[in-house]
T-cell receptor, first 112, second 115 residues
Framework: TQLLEQSPQFLSIQEGENLTVYCNSSSVFSSLQWYRQEPGEGPVLLVTVVTGGEVKKLKRLTFQFGDARKDSSLHITAAQPGDTGLYLCAGEVDGNDYKLSFGAGTTVTVRA | KAGVTQTPRYLIKTRGQQVTLSCSPISGHRSVSWYQQTPGQGLQFLFEYFSETQRNKGNFPGRFSGRQFSNSRSEMNVSTLELGDSALYLC??????????????FGPGTRLTVT
């Protein structure tokens, strides 16, 4: 059982549409990261959120950390083919040091 | 700054053999973590090293081991390879271990195939 549950598992949308990926847990996280991974490469860090209720924006990407620090969401506005990839959330559980727990990932495909 | 480098990028081994993978972290990063990524299990934490000391390890058998050198470079070893060890092995480095700033920077990975 994954500590972090991501949904949906797969997402295929047309260029210009919006999408949201969710990351949920019953555990509290001291921090939560979002990564994007392309085939044959390692995950690339997109953002870190640490404060409950925090919202961060990275161009067309908006990241939100839940008030209770148990969940997060990633919203992409006007998706582009370059947004295609595997999106992973990862968190460090309070009191569980020196490791990140990863969700299973959401595969996003943006069609031109 | 150069990113995390991993060697080799691809490796094919047969069952029963052993393998050593290498990771050079970003300059100045003293924490190195290793992960195994498979389609079925996703990213699974193997172990983390800081200043040559293992501070945490995941739920993997003793066949999986690692070490870190004084220059922060790290190696992981898998002995008596099994077919199920076929995976992408990712190394990640981190500068600061304080809660709230545990951001990891990943290398491209080593694709290990066991036949």
């Amino acid at each position: 059982t994954q500590l972090l549950e991501q949904s949906p598992q797969f997402l295929s949308i047309q260029e210009g549409e919006n999408l949201t990926v969710y990351c949920n847990s019953s555990s509290v996280f001291s921090s939560l990261q979002w990564y994007r991974q392309e085939p044959g490469e390692g995950p690339v860090l997109l953002v870190t959120v640490v404060t409950g209720g925090e919202v961060k924006k990275l161009k067309r990407l908006t990241f939100q950390f839940g008030d209770a620090r148990k969940d997060s969401s990633l919203h992409i506005t006007a998706a582009q083919p370059g947004d295609t990839g595997l999106y992973l959330c990862a968190g460090e559980v309070d009191g569980n040091d020196y490791k990140l727990s990863f969700g299973a990932g959401t595969t996003v495909t943006v069609r031109a | 700054k150069a990113g995390v480098t991993q060697t080799p990028r691809y490796l094919i081994k047969t069952r029963g053999q052993q393998v050593t993978l290498s990771c050079s972290p970003i300059s100045g990063h003293r924490s190195v973590s290793w992960y195994q990524q498979t389609p079925g299990q996703g990213l699974q934490f193997l172990f983390e090293y800081f200043s040559e000391t293992q501070r945490n390890k995941g739920n993997f058998p003793g066949r999986f081991s690692g070490r870190q050198f004084s220059n922060s470079r790290s190696e992981m070893n898998v002995s008596t390879l099994e077919l199920g060890d076929s995976a992408l092995y990712l190394c990640a480095s981190s500068y600061n271990r304080l809660p709230g700033s545990y951001e990891q920077y990943f290398g491209p990975g080593t694709r290990l195939t066991v036949t």
